[in-house]
């Protein structure tokens, strides 16, 4: 189904400033060597969540290349080809998006908003903290699947169900 090479994929939310973010992060550092993510959002922005830089930073995560960014940046002639794209949050699944170069394989995989959090600084990094442990689990599961082995619709419906399931 697809090249057994290194799988591209894109983490899309509206302000790619925290769930995206968080999740090309993760996974760049998970799937190292099989996976490359990058995250946009459709109305980006232009930072990211400053209880996300934290807690990513504290993780050991680096940061220096992380930017808020625009979708488009993805569907210009250049950009990386993808094989895999992965809406974040509700919002952004109900937008239209750019046409993709490619065939990737789309899901949705909505998580709460740690920018919707209220509460002390403690509950709200608290918050942050849960998200990002909601995203590890997630991508721990996508990066086990025999992705070489499984045909597209095999494939398409593990990564739908994996986003129905709120203990993934």
């Known amino acids: ?3 057994t090479g ?5 983490f899309l939310c509206t302000h790619n400033s925290a769930r ?17 993510a990058y995250s946009a959002g459709s109305h980006p922005s232009g930072r990211i969540n400053p209880y996300v830089h ?13 930017r808020s960014k625009d979708w488009s940046e993805f569907a210009q002639p250049g950009a990386p080809v ?13 937008e239209v998006c750019p046409i993709w170069p490619g065939r990737p394989m789309t899901a949705h995989w909505g998580f709460p908003d740690p920018s919707s959090a209220t ?8 918050f942050t903290a849960d998200v990002y ?3 590890e689990r997630r991508l721990a599961i996508f990066t086990s699947l025999p992705l070489a082995t499984l045909d597209r619709m095999a494939l398409k419906r593990r ?8 203990e993934a």
């Open 133 to 135: 442990r909601m995203i």
């Open 20 to 36: 995206s973010v968080m999740a090309e992060s993760i996974l760049n550092r998970m799937g190292q060597g099989r996976f490359k």
């Open 6 to 10: 290194v799988y591209s994929v894109l």
């Open 54 to 66: 934290d807690l990513l930073t504290r993780l050991g995560y680096d940061l220096s290349g992380a």
């Open 1 to 3: 189904m697809l090249d």
């Open 82 to 94: 993808l094989d895999f794209i992965i809406t974040v949050c509700d919002q952004a699944a109900g």
């Open 119 to 126: 509460g002390t600084d403690a509950e709200k990094a608290a």
């Open 159 to 166: 990564m739908d169900a994996m986003g129905r399931d709120n």
